[in-house]
């Protein structure tokens, strides 16, 4: 157990930083058609007209997260809404003090908190607010001992749906399996197991999702669509600048797909060197040392 704890906590700040590069990369061209375009590097302003580097709601969502648990030391879904709100109405959390993305799902369960509804019943439930709002957000808890209904819980929190909180669950346990060591093909193929993708209609592409080819492949805002694009561009490179180059280059849902994309990557081959994130893009992210504190943060808590 102590092996994996420090196996853990040297993926931290990678797991995150990829999330936050990935995001990054897809910012400028958030909503652009597929093959109406080609990223290859660090680019900015297009769509939200912001600099390179900056950074969307799926980070700072996340950052939110990975605040509470580094500063709780365990997994509070009341606290973690509370810090979506700093963030919503205070601009915390952001890379310049300001909110300019927010998937309207998402702002409409944090706003149903700030006006005293329960955090637990603020989430959509209907099969149309299954975007990808709670999968975008959910990997710091890979980092701390938890159980699925906390999972849930987390990401009920703006995605109430069934099929939102499974794709959250799978998401988990790929990260969980490669904290744990597994080799990544291992990883993929331990999802093709479990009984959300070979019982579940929606989910069941995952057991082949390297197969598939590029054209097959959905990049829009729905979750599960989300999850199979980034699943593929993991299952079809071999290092993190082609994942989340990969992930961006699909199109649509860019910043997001890349986000969830480079969260795994980074776990996986870490940073610098010949297939990690590149030092050149982590120089670019504003706020990067206040990130590496937070990760800190939930590091130590980790070593208790």
């Known amino acids: 157990m102590e092996e994996r704890k420090e196996q853990s906590m040297d993926k931290v700040y990678a797991g995150i930083m990829g999330l936050v590069v990935g995001d990054a990369l897809g910012v400028p061209v958030e909503f652009q058609k597929r093959g109406a375009f080609r990223v290859t590097d660090m680019t900015g302003y297009g769509t939200y007209n912001q600099p390179p580097g900056t950074w ?74 299954n975007g990808n709002g709670a ?19 987390v990401g009920r929190l703006t995605h ?45 592409r995952i057991a082949w999702i390297g197969r598939l080819s590029r054209d097959e492949i959905r990049s829009s805002g729905y979750v599960v669509d989300t999850l199979e694009a980034a699943l593929w561009c993991l299952w079809t ?16 849902d860019t910043d997001t797909v890349a986000a969830v994309a480079g969260g795994i990557a980074g776990l996986y081959y870490g940073t610098g060197g010949e297939t990690g994130i590149p ?6 992210i504003p706020r990067r040392e206040w990130i590496q504190g937070l990760c800190d943060g939930l590091e130590r808590k980790m070593r208790v």
């Open 56 to 129: 969307s709601d799926d980070s700072s969502l996340t950052l939110a997260t990975l605040e509470s648990l580094g500063r709780l030391g365990r997994i509070d879904p009341e606290d973690i809404m509370q810090n979506f709100v700093l963030w919503l109405e205070e601009g915390k959390f952001t890379p310049y003090g300001e909110v300019f993305d927010v998937g309207v799902g998402t702002r409409r369960a944090i706003l149903r908190y700030a006006d005293g509804t329960d955090a637990q019943a603020c989430g959509g439930t209907s099969h149309m607010d």
């Open 135 to 153: 999968l975008m957000r959910i990997l710091p808890l890979a980092f701390l001992p938890h159980t699925p209904q906390e999972v849930r819980q």
């Open 160 to 204: 109430a749906h069934e099929i939102s909180q499974t794709a959250c669950g799978l998401y988990i346990h790929l990260a969980e399996v490669l904290l744990a060591g597994m080799p990544l093909q291992d990883a993929m193929a331990s999802l093709a197991q479990l009984p959300p993708v070979t019982q579940t209609e929606e989910f069941r």
């Open 237 to 252: 490179t071999g290092n993190y600048r082609d994942c989340v180059l990969a992930a961006v280059n699909l199109g649509e």
């Open 279 to 284: 030092e050149e893009w982590m120089r670019q």
